[in-house]
C-alpha cells in the first residue's frame, strides 16, 4: 500500500466466470496482518486479524455482506495483553467462535534478560482463548479449554485452528511446545473437540513434530470425518514427510 503499512483485503468471488471481487477490510494507518475468514449460513463473511493500532497486539474483526457490503471495525479483544493468531468459524446455529493465543503486556519489549525495561520476554508463555458471539454478545464456555491444558508437558499452545464437522461439533486444533531439550525446539499438534457440554481429551497427531510456524490445513468432510494435512521434519533425524491424518 501506498500508506507503507500492511491491510487486510477480501477477495469475493461470485462464481468463475468472472474476475474477482477485491475488498479491503482495514484501513487503519497502523499494520494489520495474519486474517482468517469465517462465512455463516447466509453467505456472509467475517474477517478476523490482528492489529497494532494501538500501540500493541490485538485482534479485530468486520463483517462482509454477500453483497460485498462492509460493516463496522469491531474489538474482539483489545486488552494490553499480547493477543494474536485469530481463527474464527460460524456453528450450525450462525453462532461466531473466535480463537486467539495470548501471552504477556508489552510483548518482546524487554530488550533482553540484562534489561530494565519492563515487558514479556519472547516465550515466556503462551495459552488461548476462546469466545462466542451470539445476538450481539460475547460469552465465554463454562468448561475453558485450558481445564485440558493442565495435561500437556509445557504451558505453550499456539496457532489455534477452528473448524466444525458435519453434527456441529466445534474441533479446536494448535500446535503444541513439546521440548525444551533434545532439541529444544519441538512442537506437535493437538486436536480437541467441544460437543456443548465439555471439551473431549486431547489427541496428539502422530509425526506432526517440526518448526512452530507451520500451517496444517483441516477439512470436514460429508462422511461426517475431520482431516488434517501437515509434514513433519522429524526434528531428530531431519527427514521431511507429507501427512494427511483423519481425527475421527
Known sequence: MKEKNSDIFLIQALGFESRPTEI????????????????DSAGNALVVWDTYRNGDYDIYMRSVSSQGQLGEVIPVTATPQYEVHASAVFDLQD???VAWEESG?????????????????????????LRCL???????LREDPQSRFQKLPLNFQEQPHLLLDKSGRLWLLFRQWISRQNPPEVWNIYAMNFNGRTWSDL?????????LKQHFPTVALPDGSVWVVYSTDFRAT???????????
Open 24 to 39: 479491503r477490510v482495514s484501513e487503519h494507518p497502523a499494520n494489520d496482518w495474519d486474517p482468517a475468514v469465517a462465512v
Open 95 to 97: 453462532r461466531l467462535w
Open 105 to 129: 503486556p508489552n510483548w518482546g519489549k524487554d530488550a533482553g534478560q540484562e534489561s530494565t525495561q519492563v515487558g514479556t520476554m519472547l516465550h515466556t508463555y503462551r495459552e488461548l482463548r
Open 134 to 140: 451470539q445476538n450481539g454478545r460475547w460469552f465465554e
Open 203 to 211: 489427541i496428539q497427531l502422530p509425526h506432526s513434530d517440526g518448526r
Open 238 to 248: 531431519g527427514t521431511g514427510l507429507v501427512r494427511a491424518r483423519p481425527l475421527n
